[in-house]
């Protein structure tokens, strides 16, 4: 499972469960082999019969709350988590996953009660720090300054543990518009997450330039006819560009949901391509469109309703010519963002396993300015079928481009649907806090604040002919 070999996997994670009247923890590891098989229905029975075994240990219902947080069963994944703190409430892996759970409802005073218990359990659960940190705009009269500060002044600390309290202190500095120091500590966690990697920025620039080669522009506008898709949506740009914003707005419309961020295209896509000569790139885009969309349609499509799907995952940026020419009449939305605000916004965020670009400004910038290039190159490709948002557009007048949006992709518009704040749908990303507040504009140049440090990062973009705004 671990190596993608699912199908291998599967006879394996049966007979582990085969015949067992008590809830295993490979119940859960079955039932995350079938959905990532495509198998939505049967890894839901999976769960359904293992919650009717004899009680097993609170690891088997953990491994259950995440395939069914994996199969958008949110609320029952979060009662699973709920159920597993209560059978072992002494182990803080636990109730981070229950604070995790609690954001992505918007439940964040649960969520940081939760983050407490976890690190009054073990004060080196360094997540939960982040995560609480994470949670709320922190005020001068509460906030975890002091004690952030006072865990990075030991010697003893991992570098896994100076990474994710270096954020959680530069977030709640720039909360408090302390600005100069949470710089400081942005940087010194950038610079230590960097050194952590082995990343050449030079292998994406390659990537995205073979992207355009195998998808040129006048192939994708040959290929643009196919199954009917329009069902489908797909938000992308970069990561903090707005992506969740634009999300949450659409969902707040009649007959749409969100798979999130899923790999969902990517993994119809590559079963799709043919062995072969030709790298990866190639056996792509010579995939078999009709059996992408079945693919993706498997995958994607977890119920019969007929409702729109939005995925949500901002670097699907990289396959819209595969998009293109498997699903030609699905909805792109691209978010976009000012360069430097988007830039230092990835800067000054942990990113799990993916982005590892955005802890350096000349990797950073670099990575833009390929970026910008597929963009333009799917802009000359696409046409008017592509749709554009400015973020800055979209904080300053929600109602007006949210409108515009639902009108491209087929959707009624409501004016109800710009008040997230009240949104019932869930969040598992960087945002999962931030989209609980009404829309908001203070984001847009917040890079101002950091003038006197990101002179580096706007030398940077100035180099490769990236325009910038007139005041940088």
Known sequence: MRAGRFAEALPFAEQAVAGSPVCLPAHGML???LLQLGRAADADAVICRALQCA??????????????MLLGQYERSNALYRRVVEMAPRDPRFWYNLASSERS?????EAEAACNRA????????ASYLLRSELRVQSPDANHVEELRSKLTSRHLSDRARVALGYALGKELDDLQRFDEAFHWFSAAACT???QLAYDVATDEHKIERLKEVFPTARLRADAHGQESSRYIFIVGLPRSGTTLMEHILTGLVGVRSNGETDNFARALLVAAPPGPGDLFARAAAADPDAVAAGYAQLADRSTAGDRIIEKLPMNYLYLGAIRRALPSSKIVLVRREPIDSCFAMYRTLFAAAYPFSYDFEDLARYFAAYDGLLRHWRESFGDTLCEVEYEALVGN?????ARVAEYCGLAWRPEAI???RSASVSFTASAAQIRRPIYESSSGRWRHY?????PLIDALRRRAIPLPDDP
Do not use: K
């Open 55 to 68: 009680p097993g240990v609170a690891d088997a219902y953990d491994a259950l709350a995440h395939a069914s």
């Open 119 to 126: 690190i009054a359990l073990d004060a080196r659960d360094y």
């Open 451 to 455: 003038r006197a440090h990101v002179g």
């Open 105 to 109: 409802f918007g439940r964040l005073v």
């Open 193 to 195: 997450r960097r050194r």
């Open 398 to 402: 929600p109602r007006e481009v949210g």
């Open 419 to 421: 008040e997230v704040q």
């Open 31 to 33: 039932a995350t082999i």
